[in-house]
């Protein structure tokens, strides 16, 4: 063999051989537990309608991705609030003008604002439809079930004195409602092995099977036992912190 074909067949297969050493390789995502800071915007049907309009929630969790298998397995709890109070629980206290008067004859600053919170667990499943680089995207959908309550914040902006709000008067007008409720979320869902782009997005829905818990209004003086049907429609953002060992991590090659 001449030597300049034996040069050319050392370099050809130096070439390949290198070409196969530096070749990406993709390894299953792993299993990954998140932490999630959530956002979303919540409009309310049922029963909830007629007490409160559009409202915000804040909230947290933490979740389980079984990343072979597709599952998702988590609890979370999110936070109510909002500015919108339908049911004027202070109706009776108001003057002719709309004004509520202290114990001095002097006006009081006195707004209604909704309040209340969520907390239970959930399962899913992530249909992944896609894996570009170091990404993995898909379907979420998550069911769950925990606890669902609300009432109705009186908030004295300048602490006059009103003796109807007084004291333990006050939980008499605040409605406070609470029971079983049921979770379902349908969204987008992106994670990735470089752990900086994380987040789902998605429209949920949140029944809660309530009751007034007070013994009575008094604002109305009636006692109200009725079952209720609470309902929140919401589109949620949450971001997505996750959390793998760092055997895994330093397994994944790109």
């Known amino acids: 063999m001449k030597p300049i074909y034996f040069f050319i067949f050392l370099l050809q297969s130096f070439l390949a051989s290198g070409q196969t050493m530096n070749a990406p390789t993709i390894t299953p995502f792993p299993n990954t537990l998140l932490l999630n800071v959530s956002y979303a915007a919540q409009l309310p049907a049922g029963n909830l309608s007629s007490r409160f309009g559009l409202s915000m929630s804040a909230g947290t969790a933490i979740e389980y991705f ?59 499943h992530f249909f992944k439809t896609k894996e570009e680089g170091n990404q993995i995207g898909g379907f979420r959908v998550t069911l769950g079930a925990g606890f669902l309550q609300h009432w109705i914040r009186i908030q004295d902006n300048q602490n006059v004195s009103v003796p109807q709000l007084s004291g333990a008067y006050r939980a008499g007008y605040d409605r406070l409602t609470n029971g079983l409720a049921f979770n379902q979320c349908v969204g987008w869902q992106v994670l990735s092995r470089n ?60």
């Open 195 to 254: 752990k900086r782009i994380n987040f789902h997005i998605g429209l949920e829905l949140t029944e809660g099977f309530t009751k007034n818990r007070r013994g009575f209004n008094f604002d109305t003086g009636l006692h109200d036992d009725k079952n209720r049907l609470d309902m929140l429609y919401a589109l949620k953002l949450a971001w997505m912190l996750p959390f793998w060992s760092a055997q895994k991590a330093s397994e994944i090659e790109y």
């Open 66 to 124: 079984w990343a072979n298998k597709n599952w998702i397995i988590g609890a979370e709890t999110f936070y109510l609030f909002g500015q919108n109070v339908k049911e004027d629980v202070l109706a009776f206290a108001r003057t002719t003008e709309g004004e509520i008067l202290g114990d001095i004859g002097n006006y009081a600053s006195v707004d209604l604002r909704q309040r209340g919170y969520y907390a239970g667990g959930y399962m899913g």
